[in-house]
């Protein structure tokens, strides 16, 4: 194991354990444990799970606090950490996946249940090299920002002492009750440079009822967003929605607000140097193709779309998830194209 300090002087240490004789001890173990790396007061290990965890059949990687029984009641870790399965053919086809956790007595180890498909370790593939001499590797580095007792207070505000604007750039939304799919719509459509103009040139200094404008609201959302460095509140611009208090304990459907909160944004832009903005960044176009099989008939239908609903279930990653939505298909039966 290496230690070095990162430049606020905070312990970052870099982990590696070479899985030997990886074949016969996955038929033979279900979970595997690393040595225990030490630095100072600062124990870790690396748990594998080479036939999978939780019902998933993938590669299964956590890292795990070793001492976790024998430190203080109470004790929280809170690190950063990355962990690497090595390609020991093309170190840059290696497969890194990254993360941030409170490590406490309840939570003491956290991971990647699928950090790669089984499949790519067997592969024949030369550049698939993750299985040499029926060794894997496996890296991990971490960096520790706070080892601590806990108070009450931290147990119950445990992000509390996290300064993400210091730590990422970035602060997050405050969750007003059952909010939390309203901050990850904010958050996704704040990060992207395109709408966030469109939003900011929306013009909102003649509004006649200023608390009910849901531009001006999100213009303040974003702004502060972009400048706070304390988390942001959204009552303002639940406001503007017509919601009352017991509105945000109530959990939304995402997509609806999202098609709501485009409508409403769409309608504000008439007439204005931003007008047709929406259309622009979010909507696309299908083509529905239908060819008789018997006869010589065939129609196209060119449709409008804000938002595609796809199956996720089966499918490991969004592209397979389209390939199933473009698929063709057969129409007979009660299924018949009249």
């Known amino acids: 194991m290496e230690q ?3 430049e606020d002087n905070t312990p970052t240490f870099f982990m590696e354990w070479q899985v030997k004789n990886f074949s016969s001890e996955r038929r033979k173990k279900k979970s595997l444990k690393s ?3 030490t630095f100072g007061k600062y124990k870790w290990q690396l748990l594998l799970f080479p036939r999978g965890h939780h019902d998933v059949e993938d590669l299964s990687v956590y890292i795990d606090v070793a001492d976790a029984q024998k430190l203080p009641v109470g004790w929280a870790r809170h690190a950063d950490f990355s962990i690497t399965l090595v390609n020991q053919k093309d170190k840059s086809n290696s497969i890194t996946k990254s993360s941030h956790h409170i490590f406490r007595a309840s939570e ?7 950090l790669t498909d089984r499949k790519l370790i067997y592969t024949t593939d030369p550049s698939f090299g993750f299985l040499v001499n029926d060794t894997l590797i496996i890296q991990c580095d971490v960096t520790v920002y706070l080892d601590t007792i806990e108070t009450e207070e931290d147990m119950a505000f445990p992000w509390g002492f996290y300064d993400s604007k210091k730590r990422t750039g970035f602060v997050g939304i405050k969750n007003q009750g059952a909010t939390c799919y309203l901050n990850s719509l904010l958050q996704s459509l704040y990060h992207l440079p395109y709408f966030r103009k469109v939003v900011y040139q929306m013009p909102t200094e003649s509004e006649p009822n200023p608390e009910k404008s ?3 609201a999100l213009q ?6 972009q400048f706070d460095d304390e988390p942001v509140d959204t ?3 639940t406001k503007s929605f017509g919601w009352v208090d017991e509105d945000s304990f109530i959990m939304h459907d995402v997509q609806e607000l999202s098609r709501v ?3 409403n944004l769409e309608a504000k832009m008439m007439q204005t140097v931003v007008e047709g903005s929406i259309e622009k960044l979010f909507k696309g176009k299908t083509l529905n193709f239908v060819k008789c099989l018997e006869v010589p008939f065939s129609s196209i239908v060119s449709e409008g779309f804000y938002d595609l609903s796809l199956n996720v279930k089966g499918y490991h990653n969004l592209e ?3 390939d199933n939505y473009f698929d063709e298909e057969t129409l007979d039966g009660d299924n018949m194209y009249k």
Request: net charge positive; proline share 3%; no cysteine.
């Open 4 to 6: 070095k300090e990162s």
């Open 220 to 225: 303040r959302v974003f702004y502060r967003l």
């Open 108 to 114: 003491r180890d956290r991971g990647f249940t699928q």
């Open 214 to 216: 849901i531009p001006l």
């Open 35 to 37: 040595t225990v790396y």
């Open 235 to 237: 009552t303002q611009l």
């Open 320 to 322: 397979e998830s389209l």
């Open 261 to 263: 909160l485009s409508e």
